[in-house]
């Protein structure tokens, strides 16, 4: 009998080790072996789980990473097809964009070759293929130093940051973290838009974490912490003084966008600022809207 009770303790235990382990956010170890060690923002999306959710193709084509981009423009790739997972790297000076998917039909001018890998582009920037699945865009230099050290153990998401990455969720189709403070990190957002504004106005952030799931609307979370107390309260006052702004701007007859504003939640646990917003379907556009639109008309 006490064999039976330790076996069904054992099952219960394995079963819940699996359940953590499903619930963790997923990197492709192919990808997270090109990451480079002196990464301080990493961004991710799990193109295969979103791309049948409404909102895919409008936040995609509204919220464009630089790295992103250029590896469109090289390589002709239809991210809504052709690519499964996407991820995009910064050291605060210079970035790179990884991306897991169908390449083996992709044709590209300027061929090179460097220590055995087939490299297209030029001196500045360049699009890497590892295999038929896997490839890399930035510069040329960044692309040649990831090659360099590919097989070393340097490589692969520092610890902090991958100790952010794992406190976000596996059920965030889409994410990001960032350590070691948001000044002079080019995160790619539009400096007017109201994003932009609001990345300007929390530089006394430290690290953070920010999660989307798209399953039912927009499932909204960022785990902001502060250096200070103190930067802690002007971020979180930062915050809600910009949402407090564009509701008092929104006219009587919006009521949807009222009820947009109210869904965004603001809370300060002293160093840490946490931002979550629960939108209904039926306001997921205004809210991609809301926060990507130009903040002055």
Same mark, same amino acid.
């Given at each position: ?41 990493? =961004?991710? #999306?799990?193109?295969? +789980?979103?791309?049948? !959710? ?6 995609? &084509?509204?919220?464009? @990473? *630089? ?67 896997? =490839?890399? #865009?930035?510069?040329? +230099?960044?692309?040649? !130093? ?6 070393? &153990?340097?490589?692969? @998401? *520092? ?139």
């Amino acid at each position: 009998m006490r064999r039976r009770v330790a076996l069904l303790l054992l099952a219960v235990a394995l079963t819940g080790c699996r359940e953590q382990q499903r619930r963790s956010l997923f990197i492709d170890p192919m990808i997270e072996t090109l990451i480079p060690p002196d990464t301080i923002f990493v =961004a991710g #999306a799990n193109i295969e +789980a979103i791309r049948s !959710t409404p909102v895919f193709q409008k936040y995609l &084509s509204q919220l464009r @990473l *630089p790295q992103m981009e250029d590896f469109i423009q090289k390589t002709g790739l239809d991210p809504r097809k052709d690519l499964s997972q996407i991820l995009s790297t910064s050291n605060g000076k210079t970035g790179v964009f990884m991306a897991r998917g169908k390449f083996g039909q992709v044709k590209l001018d300027g061929k090179f070759n460097y220590r055995g890998h087939d490299l297209f582009g030029d001196d500045r920037r360049a699009v890497m293929f590892i295999g038929s699945s896997t =490839a890399a #865009a930035g510069p040329t +230099a960044e692309l040649k !130093t990831m090659i360099d050290e590919r097989d070393q &153990s340097t490589h692969g @998401l *520092p610890s902090g940051l991958r100790q952010l990455v794992q406190n976000i969720g596996g059920d965030r189709q889409i994410w990001a973290a960032f350590a070691g403070g948001l000044q002079g990190l080019n995160l790619g957002v539009p400096e007017d838009s109201n994003l932009g504004q609001m990345v300007h106005l929390i530089r006394g952030i430290e690290q953070g974490t920010m999660g989307i799931d798209l399953r039912n609307g927009v499932d909204f979370k960022a785990d902001l912490d502060c250096r200070t107390n103190n930067d802690a309260t002007h971020t979180h006052d930062a915050i809600r003084g910009l949402i407090g702004l564009g509701r008092l701007s929104t006219p009587d007859s919006r009521p949807d966008l009222l009820r947009l504003y109210d869904t965004i939640k603001v809370e300060q646990m002293q160093k840490r600022v946490e931002v979550t917003a629960q939108v209904a379907p039926d306001l997921e556009d205004q809210f991609l809207d809301l926060w990507l639109k130009q903040g002055r008309r």
